[in-house]
């Protein structure tokens, strides 16, 4: 009975131990270098804090996605970023997009 509770309390800290570590790593961008350019991109449109390069970029990224060379749950948070920084939060957005930029695991 005690190496059952045992057994049972070490595998819900587990658990909860991966779904914490889980769900604060960014989604990936991917391994195309386009991608990754226009994510630099929309980093530099949102530090300059210019809507018309951040919709530029956000065109940009759409087509990336719809072409397969930039995953949807990357384009969906840059795409988000990009709202905030529209919407006039452009430090936090800044600062999000950052985040979002080193969580990425590249291999090049």
Do not use: N
């Amino acid at each position: 009975m005690r190496s059952t509770q045992r057994f049972l309390s070490c595998l819900l800290v587990s658990a909860i131990t991966l779904s914490v570590l889980g769900c604060g790593r960014a989604p990936q961008i991917g391994e195309d270098e386009t991608a990754w350019k226009e994510v630099e991109a929309l980093y530099t449109a949102v530090t300059a804090r210019r809507k018309d390069l951040v919709e530029a970029s956000l065109k940009r990224m759409q087509t990336l996605h719809d072409e397969g060379r930039m995953s949807k749950p990357a384009f969906d948070r840059a795409h988000r970023i990009a709202s905030q920084a529209q919407s006039g939060e452009w430090e936090p957005a800044a600062q999000a997009l950052w985040q979002f930029m080193r969580g990425q695991r590249k291999s090049r």
